[in-house]
């Protein structure tokens, strides 16, 4: 998305009344909510083979390293593991700001932004 593009959402969004902006909020953060959940279960499902598949986490093999004489698939395996490592972690900060947000509202408010929406 382009600098301008977001300029425009941002000012669209501060130019609606607050009580709609805090109903799409709490939608969105729904929605991200779920989204988010699933990230997770995946990520979670990638670590735990990688750790299966090597015996240690990744944390432990950034710790020792990868051996001198390891192949192609070790180091492709590092990149992949390395990635859904980050995906895992990023994932959770995000869940964590969502939950915050869903928390921060009053009871039934998040339920009556979905039902408006449907």
């Given at each position: 998305m382009s600098a301008e593009?977001?300029?425009?959402?941002?000012?669209?969004?501060?130019?609606?009344?607050?009580?709609?902006r805090k109903r799409l909020a709490l939608y969105g953060a729904r929605l991200l909510l779920t989204e988010m959940e699933s990230r997770l279960a995946l990520a979670t499902r990638e670590l735990a083979?990688?750790?299966?598949?090597?015996?240690?986490n990744?944390?432990?093999l950034q710790e020792i390293g990868l051996p001198e004489n390891?192949?192609?698939?070790?180091?492709?395996?590092?990149v992949e593991w390395s990635g859904w490592q980050a995906?895992?972690?990023?994932?959770?900060?995000?869940?964590?700001?969502?939950?915050?947000?869903?928390?921060?509202?009053?009871?039934?408010e998040g339920a009556d932004a979905l039902a408006f929406a449907e």
């Open positions: 593009s977001t300029l425009k959402i941002e000012a669209s969004l501060a130019a609606l009344p607050s009580p709609e083979r990688f750790e299966s598949k090597y015996g240690m990744l944390a432990r390891a192949g192609l698939e070790a180091h492709e395996d590092y995906t895992y972690d990023e994932t959770r900060q995000i869940l964590e700001t969502l939950k915050t947000i869903l928390a921060e509202s009053p009871t039934g």
